[in-house]
T-cell receptor, first 114, second 115 residues
Framework: KAGVTQTPRYLIKTRGQQVTLSCSPI?????VSWYQQTPGQGLQFLFE???????NKGNFPGRFSGRQFSNSRSEMNVSTLELGDSALYLC?????????????FGPGTRLTVT | AQSVSQHNHHVILSEAASLELGCNYS??????LFWYVQYPGQHLQLLLK??????LVKGIKGFEAEFIKSKFSFNLRKPSVQWSDTAEYFC?????????????FGTGTKLQVIP
Protein backbone atom coordinates (compact mmCIF):
# COMPACT_ATOMS: atom_id res chain seq x y z
CA LYS A 1 0.00 0.00 0.00
CA ALA A 2 1.17 3.49 -0.69
CA GLY A 3 1.90 5.54 2.39
CA VAL A 4 0.55 8.87 3.46
CA THR A 5 1.42 11.57 0.96
CA GLN A 6 1.56 15.29 1.56
CA THR A 7 1.85 18.10 -0.93
CA PRO A 8 3.65 20.32 -1.33
CA ARG A 9 6.75 19.22 0.54
CA TYR A 10 8.13 22.73 0.91
CA LEU A 11 6.49 26.14 0.90
CA ILE A 12 7.74 29.66 1.40
CA LYS A 13 5.10 32.28 2.10
CA THR A 14 5.02 35.88 3.25
CA ARG A 15 3.34 37.17 6.38
CA GLY A 16 -0.33 37.87 5.83
CA GLN A 17 -0.73 35.35 3.02
CA GLN A 18 -2.74 32.18 3.28
CA VAL A 19 -1.71 28.62 2.51
CA THR A 20 -3.41 25.30 1.81
CA LEU A 21 -1.73 21.98 2.50
CA SER A 22 -2.94 18.65 1.22
CA CYS A 23 -2.84 15.14 2.64
CA SER A 24 -3.79 11.84 1.04
CA PRO A 25 -4.18 9.06 3.59
CA ILE A 26 -3.39 5.40 3.16
CA UNK A 27 -6.05 3.70 1.09
CA UNK A 28 -8.89 2.58 3.35
CA UNK A 29 -7.98 4.90 6.20
CA UNK A 30 -10.81 7.21 7.15
CA UNK A 31 -9.22 9.25 9.91
CA VAL A 32 -6.78 12.07 9.20
CA SER A 33 -5.06 14.11 11.88
CA TRP A 34 -2.87 17.17 11.48
CA TYR A 35 0.05 18.16 13.69
CA GLN A 36 2.43 21.10 13.86
CA GLN A 37 6.01 20.14 14.66
CA THR A 38 8.50 22.74 15.86
CA PRO A 39 11.85 22.38 17.64
CA GLY A 40 11.31 22.34 21.37
CA GLN A 41 7.52 22.05 21.12
CA GLY A 42 7.37 18.61 19.62
CA LEU A 43 4.16 17.64 17.88
CA GLN A 44 1.13 19.70 18.68
CA PHE A 45 -2.27 18.42 17.65
CA LEU A 46 -4.24 20.64 15.29
CA PHE A 47 -7.36 18.64 14.44
CA GLU A 48 -8.70 15.29 13.38
CA UNK A 49 -11.19 14.46 10.66
CA UNK A 50 -13.14 11.27 10.32
CA UNK A 51 -15.71 10.64 7.61
CA UNK A 52 -15.63 14.32 6.57
CA UNK A 53 -16.40 15.52 10.11
CA UNK A 54 -14.02 17.28 12.46
CA UNK A 55 -13.84 14.98 15.48
CA ASN A 56 -11.39 16.83 17.67
CA LYS A 57 -9.52 20.10 17.73
CA GLY A 58 -6.38 21.30 19.44
CA ASN A 59 -5.63 24.70 20.93
CA PHE A 60 -4.86 26.66 17.79
CA PRO A 61 -6.43 29.93 16.65
CA GLY A 62 -9.25 30.00 14.14
CA ARG A 63 -6.76 30.92 11.40
CA PHE A 64 -6.08 27.20 11.23
CA SER A 65 -8.84 25.23 9.59
CA GLY A 66 -9.27 22.03 7.70
CA ARG A 67 -11.63 19.80 5.86
CA GLN A 68 -11.91 16.27 4.64
CA PHE A 69 -13.37 15.07 1.38
CA SER A 70 -15.44 12.01 0.65
CA ASN A 71 -12.36 10.13 -0.53
CA SER A 72 -10.75 10.84 2.88
CA ARG A 73 -8.21 13.27 1.45
CA SER A 74 -7.78 16.24 3.71
CA GLU A 75 -6.68 19.82 3.38
CA MET A 76 -5.44 22.22 5.99
CA ASN A 77 -5.64 25.98 5.53
CA VAL A 78 -3.83 28.69 7.42
CA SER A 79 -4.94 32.25 6.82
CA THR A 80 -3.13 35.49 7.63
CA LEU A 81 0.19 33.75 8.11
CA GLU A 82 2.47 34.82 10.95
CA LEU A 83 6.20 34.23 11.36
CA GLY A 84 5.46 31.81 14.20
CA ASP A 85 3.56 29.55 11.81
CA SER A 86 6.85 28.39 10.31
CA ALA A 87 6.96 24.69 11.09
CA LEU A 88 6.74 21.18 9.74
CA TYR A 89 3.10 20.23 9.31
CA LEU A 90 2.48 16.53 9.59
CA CYS A 91 -0.52 14.57 8.52
CA UNK A 92 -1.30 11.16 9.99
CA UNK A 93 -3.89 8.67 8.91
CA UNK A 94 -5.46 5.79 10.78
CA UNK A 95 -7.99 3.16 9.97
CA UNK A 96 -10.54 4.51 12.39
CA UNK A 97 -10.97 7.17 15.01
CA UNK A 98 -11.39 4.90 17.96
CA UNK A 99 -9.45 3.80 20.95
CA UNK A 100 -5.93 2.64 20.42
CA UNK A 101 -5.71 3.87 16.86
CA UNK A 102 -2.28 3.51 15.35
CA UNK A 103 -1.29 6.47 13.19
CA UNK A 104 0.79 6.46 10.04
CA PHE A 105 2.59 9.68 9.30
CA GLY A 106 3.39 11.42 6.06
CA PRO A 107 6.69 13.16 5.28
CA GLY A 108 5.30 16.56 6.19
CA THR A 109 5.13 19.96 4.55
CA ARG A 110 7.86 22.36 5.60
CA LEU A 111 6.30 25.84 5.75
CA THR A 112 8.53 28.87 6.04
CA VAL A 113 6.91 32.25 6.62
CA THR A 114 9.07 35.30 5.89
CA ALA B 1 -5.91 18.16 30.16
CA GLN B 2 -3.53 15.30 29.74
CA SER B 3 0.16 15.92 29.19
CA VAL B 4 3.19 13.88 28.28
CA SER B 5 6.66 14.60 29.63
CA GLN B 6 9.92 13.46 28.15
CA HIS B 7 12.54 14.77 30.52
CA ASN B 8 15.57 13.88 28.43
CA HIS B 9 15.76 16.29 25.54
CA HIS B 10 19.11 15.18 24.17
CA VAL B 11 20.91 11.93 24.95
CA ILE B 12 24.38 10.98 23.72
CA LEU B 13 25.52 7.38 24.00
CA SER B 14 28.34 5.26 22.68
CA GLU B 15 27.52 2.18 20.64
CA ALA B 16 26.69 -0.88 22.76
CA ALA B 17 25.58 1.27 25.69
CA SER B 18 22.16 0.62 27.20
CA LEU B 19 19.35 3.08 26.61
CA GLU B 20 16.44 4.18 28.72
CA LEU B 21 14.28 7.13 27.69
CA GLY B 22 11.76 8.39 30.16
CA CYS B 23 8.10 9.10 29.43
CA ASN B 24 5.55 10.18 32.01
CA TYR B 25 1.97 11.15 31.40
CA SER B 26 -0.71 12.81 33.45
CA UNK B 27 -4.09 11.17 33.05
CA UNK B 28 -5.95 9.03 35.54
CA UNK B 29 -8.04 6.99 33.17
CA UNK B 30 -7.40 4.28 30.63
CA UNK B 31 -4.63 5.07 28.19
CA UNK B 32 -3.04 3.65 25.10
CA LEU B 33 0.65 4.36 24.85
CA PHE B 34 2.99 4.63 21.90
CA TRP B 35 6.60 5.31 21.07
CA TYR B 36 7.34 6.77 17.66
CA VAL B 37 10.75 7.28 16.08
CA GLN B 38 11.87 9.79 13.46
CA TYR B 39 15.14 8.88 11.77
CA PRO B 40 17.01 11.73 10.06
CA GLY B 41 15.17 12.69 6.89
CA GLN B 42 12.47 10.08 7.36
CA HIS B 43 8.82 9.95 8.42
CA LEU B 44 7.69 9.40 11.95
CA GLN B 45 7.08 5.70 12.38
CA LEU B 46 5.66 3.53 15.12
CA LEU B 47 8.23 1.79 17.31
CA LEU B 48 5.88 0.03 19.70
CA LYS B 49 2.50 0.35 21.39
CA UNK B 50 0.68 -0.68 24.52
CA UNK B 51 -3.07 -1.22 24.59
CA UNK B 52 -3.62 -3.74 27.38
CA UNK B 53 -2.27 -6.97 28.84
CA UNK B 54 1.42 -7.58 29.44
CA UNK B 55 2.91 -4.24 30.52
CA LEU B 56 6.22 -5.12 28.91
CA VAL B 57 5.89 -4.60 25.19
CA LYS B 58 8.42 -5.35 22.51
CA GLY B 59 8.79 -3.35 19.36
CA ILE B 60 10.92 -3.25 16.27
CA LYS B 61 14.71 -3.18 16.21
CA GLY B 62 15.13 -4.60 19.71
CA PHE B 63 13.29 -1.83 21.53
CA GLU B 64 10.96 -2.51 24.43
CA ALA B 65 8.93 -0.41 26.83
CA GLU B 66 7.37 -1.05 30.21
CA PHE B 67 4.05 0.42 31.28
CA ILE B 68 4.05 1.12 35.02
CA LYS B 69 0.56 2.30 35.86
CA SER B 70 1.38 3.37 39.41
CA LYS B 71 4.13 5.64 38.13
CA PHE B 72 2.25 6.87 35.05
CA SER B 73 5.31 5.91 33.06
CA PHE B 74 6.11 4.20 29.79
CA ASN B 75 9.89 4.20 29.49
CA LEU B 76 11.63 3.03 26.36
CA ARG B 77 14.62 0.70 26.64
CA LYS B 78 17.18 -1.01 24.48
CA PRO B 79 20.01 -3.13 25.94
CA SER B 80 22.62 -2.19 23.34
CA VAL B 81 22.26 0.76 20.98
CA GLN B 82 23.69 1.01 17.50
CA TRP B 83 24.77 4.02 15.48
CA SER B 84 21.67 3.49 13.33
CA ASP B 85 19.47 4.22 16.36
CA THR B 86 20.40 7.89 16.08
CA ALA B 87 17.00 9.54 15.78
CA GLU B 88 14.37 11.52 17.62
CA TYR B 89 11.98 9.54 19.81
CA PHE B 90 8.47 10.61 20.73
CA CYS B 91 6.22 9.19 23.38
CA UNK B 92 2.46 9.54 22.78
CA UNK B 93 -0.64 8.91 24.83
CA UNK B 94 -4.14 8.26 23.49
CA UNK B 95 -6.97 8.99 25.89
CA UNK B 96 -10.71 9.35 25.73
CA UNK B 97 -11.42 13.04 26.09
CA UNK B 98 -15.00 14.27 25.98
CA UNK B 99 -16.11 11.27 23.99
CA UNK B 100 -13.31 11.60 21.47
CA UNK B 101 -9.96 9.93 21.27
CA UNK B 102 -7.14 12.41 21.66
CA UNK B 103 -3.46 11.77 21.06
CA UNK B 104 -0.91 13.88 22.92
CA PHE B 105 2.78 13.71 22.07
CA GLY B 106 5.79 14.49 24.21
CA THR B 107 8.33 17.03 23.04
CA GLY B 108 10.72 14.32 21.89
CA THR B 109 14.17 13.09 22.84
CA LYS B 110 17.04 13.33 20.40
CA LEU B 111 19.33 10.34 20.66
CA GLN B 112 22.82 10.55 19.24
CA VAL B 113 24.82 7.33 19.16
CA ILE B 114 28.55 7.74 18.73
CA PRO B 115 30.37 4.93 16.88
Amino acid sequence: KAGVTQTPRYLIKTRGQQVTLSCSPISGHRSVSWYQQTPGQGLQFLFEYFSETQRNKGNFPGRFSGRQFSNSRSEMNVSTLELGDSALYLCASSLHSGKGREQYFGPGTRLTVT
Amino acid sequence: AQSVSQHNHHVILSEAASLELGCNYSYGGTVNLFWYVQYPGQHLQLLLKYFSGDPLVKGIKGFEAEFIKSKFSFNLRKPSVQWSDTAEYFCAVNVNSGGYQKVTFGTGTKLQVIP
